[in-house]
């Protein structure tokens, strides 16, 4: 896949061409030029994602965090690669993007060098915070040699109350204890504290490549078990770099992504 530095911007594209025979055909080439191909699965920005739901509603009634996926949220809005020092690829099919809203999810899967899928995740934001101080975006950058990449993080239930829980859900989540733990998902489980992954993460919101964003990602995988299988936290600070080609709207945000594995014939990109 030509991703060429994330995206084109539509400035690019459109604004600079001579009012010629030549640059309209040009112009029409490239509007007509897709970014989103030879993709795993065959995904394309606006394919249709069939997913099964019988390993949300068993997740869910084992006390899962994640976000049942709904019909209307069943196209793909945009497409992004992660680079990191790993072979293979790392793609993520978004569904919902989160950029103005709470509401984001994606299915992230791994491609190794044979071309074989060798995992498969579906993840949902639980909540999104913003690091306002120095203190803060040490901890979650784990530059202090702390916080993000401890060994374990504690999901309290006060947390999600004030995230519009009702109690009923909390109490199918927590039972009798008031919090939740999960162990770090990489590095020597005996240590106290490993790096947390560092990554860039391109994406593209349109077929053609306009419009996209580039984050860099400091991230660490927590996970728990539940009957049968285990729920992965995400927790993952993103540095917006720039979005449609606007780099002044620089932000920092961490997210917390809970996510599930699916199983490969469980899902199918129309």
């Known amino acids: 896949m030509a991703w060429k530095d994330a995206y084109q911007y539509a400035g690019k594209l459109f604004g600079k061409h001579s009012n010629t025979a030549v640059a309209s055909a040009e112009s029409q080439h490239q509007q007509a030029a897709r970014e ?6 065959r995904a394309r920005i606006g394919g249709v994602v069939n997913l099964q739901k019988t390993p949300f509603i068993r997740a869910v009634s084992q006390g899962s965090l994640i976000s049942m996926p709904e019909e209307k949220d069943s196209l793909i809005r945009a497409i992004s690669r992660v680079r990191l020092d790993i072979a293979g690829s790392l793609y993520r099919y978004y569904l919902l993007t989160g950029d103005q809203d709470d509401k984001e999810c994606f299915i992230q899967l791994y491609q190794n060098d044979a071309g074989d ?3 498969l995740m579906y993840y949902s934001r639980l909540t999104r915070l913003i690091p306002e101080s120095s203190e803060d975006q040490e901890a979650y950058s784990g530059s202090a040699g702390y916080g993000l990449g401890d060994r374990s993080y504690t999901l309290w239930r006060e947390q999600l109350t004030g995230l519009a829980w009702d109690e009923a ?3 199918s989540i927590f039972g ?6 999960y162990s770090r ?6 240590s106290d504290f490993v790096a947390p992954f560092q ?3 391109s994406r593209i919101d349109d077929a053609g490549g306009q419009h996209g964003l580039i984050q860099d990602l400091i991230f660490m995988p927590y996970s728990r078990a ?4 285990r729920e992965s936290l995400l927790i ?8 449609d080609g606007d780099s002044s709207r620089r932000q920092i945000h961490v997210d917390f992504m809970i996510g599930i594995p699916v199983e490969l014939d469980r899902l199918l990109i129309q």
Do not use: F, K, W, Y
Request: proline share 5%; aromatic share 0%.
């Open 226 to 229: 539940l009957e049968g299988q």
């Open 36 to 41: 989103d191909v030879n993709l795993p699965l």
């Open 199 to 201: 990554a860039q993460e």
């Open 236 to 243: 993952s600070t993103e540095i917006v770099r720039s979005q």
């Open 176 to 181: 009798d204890a008031g919090h939740l733990d």
């Open 169 to 171: 859900s909390l109490d």
């Open 117 to 119: 899928i060798s995992e």
């Open 185 to 190: 998902d990489a590095g020597d489980p005996l």
